[in-house]
């Protein structure tokens, strides 16, 4: 059973500091990662993806990936309110998308 | 440019009914995927779709099918609905172009009340 693994949380992280996000997956074969934000009652949207090992940046946003370790991980940078919400860690695999559960962040005023 | 939209918003049936909710992808998308979300739980993958064509489904029953037409609109149908099957339902659509490993992008969701 292929899985994709992130803490539920809730992550509470003061305004303005780095919000760390992990997640690790099982399939050694993983080809794409992506990271989702939902916001309560609404869709997925997404923020970034990455498809090699190393550093992606965007803005506040920093995907990293470590194909050896099985993790991918997300910092968000000068955190605001705005940034609350679930993170979704997705990964694709033999034409199959895994989703984590979410993992829920709350920023601090 | 448009993004995914999906039809009805909320849907109410009883047990036993059938469902059917519908999706339009982004203009150019050929690849609709379908996620069931209830309530606590993470996204499920149900179903993709790619020019008209089923290219994987995920762990749920024969009662859960779909199509796609020649448009890449999709519909889901649920039949002999369960209290269970009360949950958000995604569509997602891509491009398609790299055997589903292309980028996602989410339609509003379709709420399924099933009682």
């Known amino acids: 059973q292929k899985e994709v693994e992130q803490n539920s949380g809730p992550l509470s992280v003061p305004e303005g500091a780095i919000a760390s996000l992990n997640c690790t997956y099982s399939d050694r074969g993983s080809q794409s990662f992506f990271w989702y934000r939902q916001y309560s009652g609404k869709s997925p949207e997404l923020i970034m993806f990455i498809y090699s090992n190393g550093d992606k940046e965007d803005g506040r946003f920093t995907a990293q990936l470590n194909k050896a370790s099985q993790y991918v991980s997300l910092l968000i940078r000068d955190s605001q309110p705005s940034d609350s919400a679930t993170y979704l860690c997705a990964v694709i695999g033999d034409d199959k998308i895994i989703f984590g559960k979410g993992t829920r962040l709350h920023i601090l005023p | 440019e448009a993004g995914v939209t999906q039809s009805p918003t909320h849907l109410i049936k009883t047990r036993g009914q059938q469902a059917t909710l519908r999706c339009s992808p982004i203009s150019g998308h050929t690849s609709v995927y379908w996620y069931q979300q209830a309530l606590g739980l993470g996204l499920q993958f149900l179903l993709w779709?790619?020019?008209?064509?089923?290219?994987n489904r995920g762990n749920f029953p024969p009662r859960f099918s779909g199509r796609q037409f020649p448009n890449y609109s999709s519909e889901l149908n649920v039949n002999a609905l369960e209290l269970e099957d009360s949950a958000l339902y995604l569509c997602?659509?891509?491009?398609?172009?790299?055997?589903?490993?292309?980028?996602?992008?989410f339609g509003p969701g379709t709420r399924l009340t099933v009682l």
């Open positions: 779709y790619d020019e008209g064509e089923e290219r």
């Open positions: 997602a659509s891509s491009h398609g172009t790299s055997g589903g490993t292309d980028t996602q992008y």
